[in-house]
Structures are given as C-alpha cells and as structure tokens.
Nanobody, 128 residues
Framework: QVQLSESGGGLVQAGGSLRLSCAAS????????MGWFRQAPGKEREFVAA?????????HFADSVKGRFTISRDNAKNTLSLQMNSLKPEDTAVYSCAAGEDFGSTDDYTDENRYHYWGQGTQVTVSS
C-alpha cells in the first residue's frame, strides 16, 4: 500500500523557517521523482519544488520560492524534505508531497498531473 505522509508544518512568523518531511512507503522511493505542491485557500494547487529520482541531481523550484526553499531526499530513509527559509505570509498553504516516474523535461516536474501518488498535506501558516 503506497503511502506518503507529510509532517513539520505549523505556525511561524514571517522571516522564520520550517522544515517539512515526507515519509514514503509501499513503493521503491529511490526510483521516483518527487515533488512538493501547495494549495492556499481559494486558490489552485501550485508547484513548489521537485527533485529527480535516485541521486536527486536535478531540482526545480517555483520562481516564488527560489533562493528561499531547498529540496532534498534521503533514499536510505525513504524521506523527502523541504527546507523553507525566509517565509512570507504568501507561503501560507497546505503543502503536499507527490511521487511520479520517468520525468524528463521541466514541464514534467511542474505538472501535477504527472504525479501518481500524493500525501494528505500539512498546513503551513506564516503570520505577518
């Protein structure tokens, strides 16, 4: 049974940091490209960051988070992480991790329809 479980969300002041984790089980984690998406109230889900399978040599970030967020993976622990620094109120959203396969182009990584598996999400709230 495939499972993705996010943790690490919470309430933080603007300028602060949070580290999100995504624990994966039920599939060969290292074989999958992984991504983070977020959805704010009343808005569509949007791409945040992604990392390629196995060694994670390729990463992609939304322009809105470049330079503030980093993504990493630990295949030995089947864990995906998102380090979020210099948080802004507009980063407030439910953050979800997702897994997909055979990504090639940047469009693959940023397209939510290319991801097979999704977690339930964790709430991040940034106060001003």
């Amino acid at each position: 049974q495939v499972q993705l479980s996010e943790s690490g969300g919470g309430l933080v002041q603007a300028g602060g940091s949070l580290r999100l984790s995504c624990a994966a089980s039920g599939f060969i984690f290292s074989n999958y490209d992984m991504g983070w998406f977020r959805q704010a109230p009343g808005k569509e889900r949007e791409f945040v960051a992604a990392i390629s399978w196995l060694g994670g040599s390729t990463t992609h970030f939304a322009d809105s988070v470049k330079g503030r967020f980093t993504i990493s993976r630990d295949n030995a622990k089947n864990t995906l992480s998102l380090q979020m620094n210099s948080l802004k109120p507009e980063d407030t959203a439910v953050y979800s991790c997702a897994a997909g396969e055979d990504f090639g182009s940047t469009d693959d990584y940023t397209d939510e329809n290319r991801y097979h598996y999704w977690g339930q999400g964790t709430q991040v709230t940034v106060s001003s």
